[in-house]
């Protein structure tokens, strides 16, 4: 009993961590948005606002990163793993 209540904890602590990491890569895009804006504000005062394709880039590495935290995979997801499983248990294909 006590090695599945330590495996819980462990499984609980890495996702902590995972979340951690998520939100300081946050910051860290935020920041990087912000000195990409500057930048391009300074160059041509938004007469091309080319920092958007970054605003784009991170914004879309910050959700699939953010869907496998959280567990948002509507695909492959962990039901989906759990079926596959069951069938293939089922069927002896492996």
Known sequence: MENYNESKYLRAKKNVEEIKAFYGRVIRGIVAILIVGAINYYL?????????WVV????????????KIYGLN????????????????EKGDF
């Open 44 to 52: 041509n005062e938004w007469q091309r606002p080319w920092f958007l």
């Open 56 to 67: 784009f880039g991170v914004s879309l590495s910050l959700f699939i990163r953010a869907s």
């Open 74 to 89: 509507m695909i492959f997801g962990k039901d989906w793993e759990e079926r596959k499983i069951k069938e293939f248990i």
